[in-house]
């Protein structure tokens, strides 16, 4: 079995679509937990405090490492699997595919960029919340409790560059996901004529209520923070 999964190419794009299936309701559940702040500032703190250096919390961050380790790999051999099979190929200049689009070609780009985001977000708001309180510490080093994610999002965001890379993150993270979440149901062999188109779009809304949901957080926050009174 495990040879299956790390030897074929069907194996390989099978673990894929799993781990990308696990990671995208992670997502949903991020963003779901993060609209909260938008509406009670208790209530989001009460979540970041159950969220916190318990062992349930601490057990689903390794998990979902875990998870981002395997798809990020995988998507590696697959693509180095993909360059050694064009052989001699891969010198010729590309041309441009008809139907074929730009995110399926750029996917383990994109994967960079939300890499790179996630690094960044990991400095800006895990570092500061879930591993002051490993540490044992109770304060992060702007002076805010480890547990107020609230204050930590107000201050992040009112920051103008912040919101607009966080902004770019979310876009590389739409065109991931139009792609990925459609390739996720072909993996798993549900595909055909019928179902194809309504498979992509289907990925497109995913890919759009994610963006929308992480997006509007980031706007109302910016807002928030330099001082506009309808929100
Ligand atoms: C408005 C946008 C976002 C906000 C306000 C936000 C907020 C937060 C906060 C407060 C934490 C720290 C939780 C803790 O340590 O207790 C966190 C952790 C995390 N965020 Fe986000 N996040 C956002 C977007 C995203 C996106 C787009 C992704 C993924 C693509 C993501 C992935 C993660 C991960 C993997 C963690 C670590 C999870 C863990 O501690 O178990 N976040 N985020």
Request: glycine share 8%.
């Amino acid at each position: 079995m495990s040879s299956f999964l790390s030897n074929s190419s069907v194996g390989k794009k099978l673990v894929m679509s799993v781990t990308g299936c696990f990671l995208v309701l992670f997502i949903l559940f991020h963003m779901s937990m993060n609209l909260t702040a938008i509406f009670s500032r208790e209530a989001y703190n009460l979540i970041c405090e159950l969220l916190g250096a318990n062992w349930y919390a601490l057990a689903g961050t390794a998990v979902l490492a875990a998870g981002v380790a395997l798809h990020f790999i995988f998507a590696l051999v697959l693509t180095w699997d993909n360059y050694r099979a064009r052989g001699s190929q891969r010198y010729a200049v590309t041309v441009k595919e008809p139907g074929v689009e730009w995110a399926s070609k750029n996917m383990l780009v994109l994967g960079w960029i939300i890499l790179a985001g996630l690094a960044l977000h990991f400095i800006n708001f895990w570092a500061k919340m879930q591993l002051v309180e490993i540490m044992g510490g109770e304060e992060n080093s702007l002076g805010l409790d480890a547990a107020n994610g609230y204050d930590l999002i107000l201050y992040t965001f009112s920051h103008w560059y912040y919101a607009l890379i966080y902004l770019l993150w979310f876009l590389a993270l739409w065109f991931h996901l139009t792609h990925g979440v459609w390739s996720m149901f072909q993996s798993a062999g549900w595909a055909g004529d019928t179902w194809y188109p309504r498979l992509k779009w289907i990925a497109r809304i995913v890919a759009t209520i994610v963006f929308l949901g992480f997006a509007c957080v980031v706007v109302i926050f910016y807002l928030r923070a330099n001082g506009c009174c309808c929100c």
